[in-house]
């Protein structure tokens, strides 16, 4: 069974950094799109970085210059570099892939259980 499981969140200070990764486990075919989203309370989830199989990357205005989304494809690993973390990025991140199990011959979306990023002012 494919699944996306996510690390690296925490309590960080205004300035400070933390790096989330996402690995999709199982048996898997292809990776298309992986992603990060992420929700704060009482607001909607937006995307917050988006990285395609074409190598295009995509931020939300909010976090250019400060957050850096890489892919390890030999690892089905996303990661999330976020940098002067301001404590309006606290959320829950989700990390989302578009993804091809074996077996299949559709792509289907897989959603990450999310990881809590709080930071302080």
């Known amino acids: 069974q494919v699944q996306l499981v996510e690390s690296g969140g925490g309590l960080v200070q205004a300035g400070g950094s933390l790096r989330l990764s996402c690995a999709a486990s199982?048996?898997?075919?292809?990776?298309?799109?992986m992603s990060w989203y992420r929700q704060a309370p009482g607001k909607q989830r937006e995307l917050v970085a988006a990285?395609?199989?074409?190598?295009?990357?995509n931020y939300v205005d909010s976090v250019k210059g400060r957050f850096t989304i890489s892919r390890d494809n030999a690892k089905n690993t996303v990661y999330l570099q976020m940098n002067s973390l301001k404590p309006e990025d606290t959320a829950v991140y989700y990390c989302?892939?578009?993804?091809?199990?074996?077996?299949?011959?559709?792509?289907?979306?897989?959603w990450g259980q999310g990881t809590q990023v709080t930071v302080s002012s």
């Open positions: 989302y892939a578009s993804l091809r199990p074996s077996g299949r011959i559709y792509y289907s979306d897989y």
């Open positions: 990285n395609t199989s074409g190598g295009r990357i």
């Open positions: 199982g048996s898997i075919f292809s990776i298309n799109a």
